[in-house]
């Protein structure tokens, strides 16, 4: 009998050892990001994949729109991290705020600019109301690049009103709150539909879907960062290689019955993601330029030090994103 309990009892201990230990001991962690149109899709195929917890990570993600609350949320170590464009994070660093940009998938802000049915052709905008996310964020600034070159004065010749994201934009030009607004390309075919003009845009080089964390946590977690960008990056290959995988986790996020636009953000998407996730020098100069105009002290601060890319290059020199596409 007692050798029976001490076989029993050594199979028990056999199987724990074999259970990975991430899925005994996952880290809880909460994640947010802010937008519905698909921008996110690594984070949520991480999740929703289970790659994350095979790196030890329980992860929470957590929809907020706008970068203001997603920052703060990051400060005060409600979320751990967070992912969002690069203009609300940086005017929030030119603020005192200690957070760090760790990868990004997109290097690319494929907006278009659609005009209300009462508006025939952009220079009708002069004295018109345009629609952003919020005063001085992206949206914003993109929409003042796009009045400038249209031939009117952004700071005199229209009006802007915060309304939120994509779809709220969207919505304020469906009913003529807004005469104009910038738009996620993905969205085209719902504007179209609804009647609007659309005013074509050249991609924009700019950091976009970026990863960030506070520098506090990451000098005290560089494992949890690790584990993450692995989660993330891999997330990034499923996104490429799994069509099917990728397209049914976006449309659950998105909250969209629309098959079409799903799979049309999930088209837009991987041809303009970046398997080595980390931007360009483009990117970066163009954000800079629009975060410098929203908040004059960055001028003043070495960005570099934000710039937190070392664990994304360690696992670029290690092989590991190499070997997740063969």
Same mark, same amino acid.
């Given at each position: 009998?007692? @050798?029976?309990?001490?076989? #029993?009892? *050594?199979?028990?201990?056999?199987?724990?050892?074999?259970?990975?230990?991430?899925?005994?001991?996952?880290?809880?962690?909460?994640?947010?990001?802010?937008g519905?149109?698909?921008?996110?899709?690594?984070?949520?195929?991480?999740?929703?994949s289970?790659?994350?917890?095979?790196?030890?990570?329980?992860?929470?993600?957590?929809?907020?729109?706008?970068?203001?609350?997603?920052?703060?949320?990051?400060?005060?170590?409600?979320?751990?991290?967070?992912?969002?464009?690069?203009?609300?994070?940086?005017?929030?660093?030119?603020?005192?705020?200690?957070?760090?940009?760790?990868?990004?998938?997109?290097?690319?802000?494929?907006?278009?600019?659609?005009?209300?049915?009462?508006?025939?052709?952009? $220079?009708?905008l002069?004295?018109?109301i345009?629609a952003?996310? $919020?005063i001085?964020?992206? #949206?914003?600034?993109?929409?003042?690049?796009?009045?400038?070159?249209?031939?009117?004065?952004?700071?005199?010749?229209?009006?802007?009103?915060?309304?939120?994201?994509?779809?709220?934009?969207l919505? #304020?030009?469906?009913?003529?709150?807004?005469?104009?607004?910038?738009?996620?390309?993905?969205?085209?075919p719902?504007?179209?539909?609804?009647? @609007?003009?659309?005013?074509?845009?050249?991609?924009?080089?700019?950091?976009?879907?970026?990863?960030?964390?506070s520098?506090? *946590?990451?000098?005290?977690?560089? $494992?949890?960062? $690790?584990?993450?960008?692995?989660?993330?990056?891999r997330?990034?290959?499923? @996104?490429?290689?799994?069509?099917?995988?990728?397209?049914?986790?976006?449309?659950?996020y998105?909250?969209?019955?629309?098959?079409?636009?799903?799979?049309?953000?999930?088209?837009?998407?991987?041809?303009?993601?970046?398997?080595?996730?980390?931007?360009?020098?483009?990117?970066?100069?163009?954000?800079?330029?629009?975060?410098?105009?929203?908040?004059?002290?960055?001028?003043?601060?070495?960005?570099?030090?934000?710039?937190?890319?070392?664990?994304?290059?360690?696992?670029?020199?290690?092989? *590991?994103?190499?070997?997740?596409?063969?």
């Open positions: 009998m007692r @050798l029976k309990f001490a076989i #029993a009892n *050594f199979v028990c201990a056999a199987l724990l050892q074999l259970t990975p230990w991430e899925t005994v001991s996952a880290q809880q962690l909460d994640m947010s990001y802010p519905l149109t698909g921008e996110s899709a690594p984070l949520w195929i991480a999740r929703e289970g790659i994350f917890k095979e790196y030890g990570i329980d992860a929470r993600l957590v929809y907020m729109e706008g970068g203001r609350l997603s920052i703060q949320s990051l400060l005060a170590n409600s979320t751990q991290f967070m992912t969002g464009d690069a203009v609300s994070a940086l005017s929030a660093i030119a603020g005192g705020a200690d957070i760090v940009l760790l990868a990004l998938a997109k290097n690319v802000l494929p907006y278009v600019f659609p005009l209300s049915k009462d508006v025939g052709r952009p $220079q009708e002069r004295g018109r345009i952003t996310s $919020q001085g964020g992206r #949206a914003g600034e993109i929409a003042r690049m796009v009045i400038r070159n249209i031939g009117l004065d952004p700071d005199k010749d229209v009006t802007y009103l915060a309304v939120g994201g994509t779809m709220s934009r919505a #304020a030009l469906s009913t003529g709150k807004v005469h104009a607004a910038p738009i996620s390309q993905i969205v085209v719902v504007a179209e539909e609804r009647g @609007l003009k659309i005013m074509q845009l050249e991609p924009i080089p700019l950091i976009i879907d970026a990863l960030w964390t520098r506090k *946590f990451a000098e005290e977690n560089p $494992q949890v960062v $690790q584990n993450v960008l692995r989660g993330y990056i997330a990034i290959a499923v @996104l490429v290689k799994d069509r099917e995988r990728s397209v049914e986790i976006m449309r659950k998105m909250r969209s019955i629309d098959a079409k636009m799903v799979q049309g953000a999930y088209e837009r998407y991987k041809e303009e993601v970046d398997r080595v996730p980390i931007p360009s020098e483009k990117a970066i100069k163009n954000t800079l330029e629009i975060s410098h105009r929203v908040a004059p002290k960055l001028a003043g601060i070495d960005i570099n030090r934000y710039l937190y890319f070392t664990p994304v290059q360690r696992l670029a020199t290690e092989g *590991f994103i190499d070997r997740l596409y063969k």
